[in-house]
């Protein structure tokens, strides 16, 4: 069964952090490219960070490259964002997902991606 479950999400002043953390299932986990995604009220969903579960093929946007950090936990299934020197501007609900290897995709595209979790919400405070 696929899965994803995201997790870690709360209120921060700017300049905090937070880890968001998403929990697969083992089908979804394996050997394919999972991301984190965010959307803000108004605002199409964007990409964060992506990578390959299996290693390597690390994607980050702009906007968050030195702060965000993408890592993951082999051992259980879980993928991490860990988010530092948050501003106000990173408030959004934040979505893992997961597709298989192969094919062409913009790995920070939500429209190549099949799995999606519920959102977890990220609130940065000025």
């Known amino acids: 069964q696929v899965q994803l479950v995201e997790t870690g999400g709360g209120s921060v002043q700017a300049g905090g952090s937070l880890r968001l953390s998403c929990a697969a299932s083992e089908y979804t986990y394996n050997n394919n490219r999972v991301g984190w995604f965010r959307q803000a009220p108004g605002k199409e969903r964007e990409g964060v960070a992506s990578?390959?579960?299996?290693?390597?093929?690390?994607y980050y946007a702009d906007s968050v490259k030195g702060r965000f950090t993408i890592s993951q936990d082999n051992a259980k299934n879980t993928v991490y964002l860990q988010m530092s020197s948050l501003k106000p501007e990173d408030t959004a609900m934040y979505y893992c997902a997961a597709r298989p290897r192969g094919g062409s995709y913009n790995p920070l595209n939500p429209s190549g991606y099949i799995y999606w979790g519920q959102g977890t919400q990220v609130t940065v405070s000025s």
């Open positions: 990578f390959f579960t299996g290693g390597g093929g690390t």
